[in-house]
Every structure is written in C-alpha cells, then in structure tokens.
C-alpha cells in the first residue's frame, strides 16, 4: 500500500521545526538555508519517522538535502569519537548513478555533518582503489557510492553491509537508463531485510514504480511538481540556425552576451572535445566533460568551472544531473537530447534554489522534431528567436564544417597553422570612441618625422651596380712599388 502525499498538503516549514539535531540545525543556518522547500518539507518527518519514502520533484528542488538530513540525525546516536573502526560500521549507504553526483551527495553529507564525529566516505570508479580501501578499512558510518565500484569493494571484502539499516537510491530514473538494475539487485541482496530504503527521482515512470516495488516496503508517496515539468524561472528559448553555423552561433552568444558560467551541452564526445579547443583558439577559458576523461581529469574541469577559472564548461548528458554549480546563469543546448528527458534535466542545471536561469537551444532544421518532441514531453511551448549571427563570426574553424566534408582543407591547416583565423577580439564589439591626441606628443612625432625626410633627402643614393650585386669602383690608387 503506498501512502500519496501533495505538495499542497503541509505549509512551507522552518527546518527548526522538524526536531533536527542541533548540530546539524548550526550546519543549515552556516549555509544560508532558512525555509525548507517542499520536497523537503514533506520528506523529512517521513523519514525522521523511519518510513520509506519514494519521493520526485523537478532537479533543483533540493532532493539532496531532502534525505541527507534526516538520515544524518538517526545516524546520530552512533556518533562515536573512538579510533577503533569496529566503532564506526556502515549503517546508511547511498547510491548515485554517476561519479560527478556521488561527488556532489558527499560534499553535503560532509558539509552537513562537519561539527559531528560521523564519518563519511565516497567510493566511484576511474579512480586507485587503494586509497578508498584504506579509508574504508578506518570505518565509516554512512558511504555514498556508484554500483560498480561498490560492487568491486565487496568483492575485495573490503567493505560489510550487514549492518545497514537506511538504503537511498538517488536519481533512480538514470540508474535504470545506464542498466544498474542487476547490480541494484546484488547489493540490495546483501543488505538486511529490516532496514529503511528511500527512492529519489525526477519522474516516477512505470519502471520506476516497479522498482520501488522491489525494494520499499509500503512507501510514502511524496510527489511535488508535476511529471516532466521545468522550472518556472528559468526562460527558455530556441534559435533556428544552420548545422555550420552552430559554433558561430555560440561564439556570438558569448561575446555579445559576455556570458560566464556557462554549461554548454553536446550529444558526443568528439563533439565536446572540438568545440573546446576551438572556443580556446577564441580565448575563451574553456574545459570539456564527458566519459572519455579520466575521473581526475574530470574532477579538475567541475572544480575549475566551480571556482570561476574556467567560464564555459562543454558537456555531455555525463553532467546533465546532479551537477549543482552555485548561480549558475545560462544553459546552451548546441545539440538536442535525443531522449526528451534529457533536456529536463540539462536546464535544470540552472535557475536552482529559486534563483532565475535561462536555457537556450539552438537548433538545425534536422533537429525540429526533437525540439517538437520535448514541447510535448513539457506541455510548454518553447518561444522561437532569430539570431543574426555577423559576418566575423562564421565559417571560423573546422569545427563548423561536416566532418565528412573537411578533406585536404582540415589537413592544410594543421599543417598550416597560420592560415586559421584570429581570434575574434572584444574591441569589436565596442562602441566607437575617437582618441585624444596629446599636444606634446605629436610635436615630437612631426619634428621627428622632419628629420628624416631632411636625412633621406641628403643621404646618397646606393649605386645601380650594388644593387645588381656589382662590386664598386676602387677611387683609391693602388701604392707605388719600391722596386
């Protein structure tokens, strides 16, 4: 039986309502958060309350803290400042379907649970497992994992599950479309069958259903936006433009615009690795993500990108969940998603927490009924907008050439570098202001100038003959012989 609950249901509450540990309550207030959002306030008392909760709403809405916090307060009382790792057993573990979001879960975990002796650990593949063993070897009471990776540990026996009694399967959506289902099912196996398990997701699909099926027992049901919808704040728009022109359209939109922080998004990695370099030719501080980049590579792009060093990150669906960057201002879809759902949750990357976005997509004539496909998945038209892209911008590079079509041109400019073209410089896109001579300056430019039209007229012409490579003529007597 599956308990339903609407969003409309409960009032918005403050999170001192809930009963959290005090520690746990200083974290919040040292992030700035004050109000709980719906999801949240719905999801914690349930699970307070020890319940199984299966719980959607739309990316942005706060799921993580969601179920960190209350899960880190039952965890509480086994709290222990002893060394000893017997202390410290696995009571709580959450699975995430990417590295990047298996990242991001801990930082909060790590965050939230900061002034309290529980120990966290993070395990995910393309990464020396020797390091996460040892950690795992010193005890920790909650760990957030990848199923692969987790599954490499138990293995290894260098990890015990008996004694978990809180599961989460977070984005469960994407775990089901990236084929986790069987490792799903071993790791569940070794788990105790008295335990607390939460399903996260952004939809609650037939296959989603099924699974909470499987692995809940008598769920809460807590659905808070409507299936598939995208954030109101953030403005969505579409440009049609030709397929060799996309590169020139996303340089325009970022130098017109002067837009940072930007998330831009392709459909391959081929794709992601081009439009990099040739944003980098343009000097724009670009870095790329996708999964042929080891996890140290791509830990150092999202940190680079998170600082503010690098100002356009250029990614496949890799990043499109889970990835939360800090007033994050604009999305660009260069390549549609072929899977609709997909391009729910690349926007969502921005407009979080309240805060406004914008998403834009650009489009071939090709690509409409991918676009058309989406509208129908949203249930909201996307405006359409003309983008008049100038003349300096196109046919830049060969990456807004069809690959099929580069031939010997491509091969000449690697050869040849010079024969690229410049790099398109910001002053052109100023307004024009006319230059202020300095009076002293330019007396000494014209009295140099009239000295060396006064040289260049008293100078002496060279002779035709040096010029053709003769030899002058010797005026210089030779000397008399003493003979």
């Known amino acids: 039986m599956t308990d339903t609950s609407n969003a ?31 999801i949240q306030a719905q999801a914690i008392p349930a699970i307070i309350d020890g319940r199984d909760v299966m719980g959607a709403a739309q990316t942005g809405t706060g799921k993580t803290a969601a179920f960190t916090l209350p899960l880190l307060h039952r965890l509480m009382p086994y709290a222990s400042h002893s060394t000893s790792p017997a202390r410290h057993p696995v009571r709580a573990l959450i699975l995430a379907p990417t590295r990047e979001l298996a990242d991001q879960v801990a930082d909060s975990v790590k965050r939230y649970s900061e002034s309290c002796p529980l120990r966290v650990a993070v395990v995910f593949g393309g990464v020396d497992i020797s390091a996460q063993k040892e950690e795992l070897r010193k005890g920790c009471e909650l760990v957030i994992a990848t199923p692969g990776r987790l599954l490499d540990h138990i293995e290894q026996k260098t990890i015990n599950l008996s004694q978990v009694n809180t599961l989460v399967l977070d984005e469960a959506d994407r775990m089901l479309d990236m084929g986790f289902l069987p ?8 788990l105790p069958k008295s335990r607390q398990s939460l399903l996260f997701s952004a939809t609650f699909s037939g296959e989603i259903r099924k699974l909470a099926r499987s692995f809940l027992k008598s769920p809460i049901e807590i659905n808070v936006a409507p299936q598939n919808a995208t954030a109101e704040n953030v403005t969505q728009i579409a440009y049609p433009v030709s397929g060799n022109n996309k590169q020139a359209a996303v340089l325009y939109l970022l130098k017109s615009r002067s837009l940072s922080q930007v998330i831009i998004f392709v459909n391959t990695k081929i794709g992601a690795s081009r439009l990099t370099r040739e944003l980098v030719k343009e000097g724009i501080k670009a870095e790329s993500i996708h999964g042929d980049k080891s996890q140290i590579e791509r830990i150092k792009a999202l940190d680079s990108f998170k600082s503010g060093e690098t100002a356009v990150l250029v990614a496949t669906d890799v990043a499109a969940r889970g990835l939360d960057v800090a007033g994050l201002p604009c999305v660009i879809n260069v390549d549609l998603p072929f899977n609709p759902e997909d391009y729910v949750h690349r926007i969502g990357r921005t407009g979080r927490a309240g805060a406004s976005g914008e998403a834009i997509a650009l489009f071939t ?11 129908k998945l949203i249930k909201v038209k996307v405006p359409r907008g003309a983008l008049n892209i100038p003349e300096a911008f196109q046919h830049r590079s060969p990456a807004s050439v069809d690959s099929r079509s580069r031939g010997k041109g491509e091969r000449f400019k690697r050869t040849f570098p010079a024969s690229r073209p410049a790099p398109i410089d910001d002053f052109f896109f100023k307004p024009y202001e006319p230059s202020v001579k300095d009076p002293h300056k330019e007396a000494q430019r014209l009295q140099q100038e009239q000295k060396w039209m006064e040289h260049q007229a008293t100078a002496k012409q060279p002779q035709l003959a040096i010029l053709l490579g003769g030899r002058p003529k010797n005026n210089i007597k030779p000397a008399e012989s003493n003979d």
């Open 365 to 375: 004539d090709h690509e409409e009924k991918l676009l058309e496909d989406i509208e």
């Open 8 to 38: 409309n249901a409960e009032s918005v509450k403050s999170f001192s309502e809930f009963g959290l540990h005090p520690d746990l309550l200083t974290a919040i207030s040292a992030s700035g958060y004050t109000v709980a959002t719906p």
């Open 183 to 190: 490792d799903l099912e071993r790791i569940v196996k070794l």
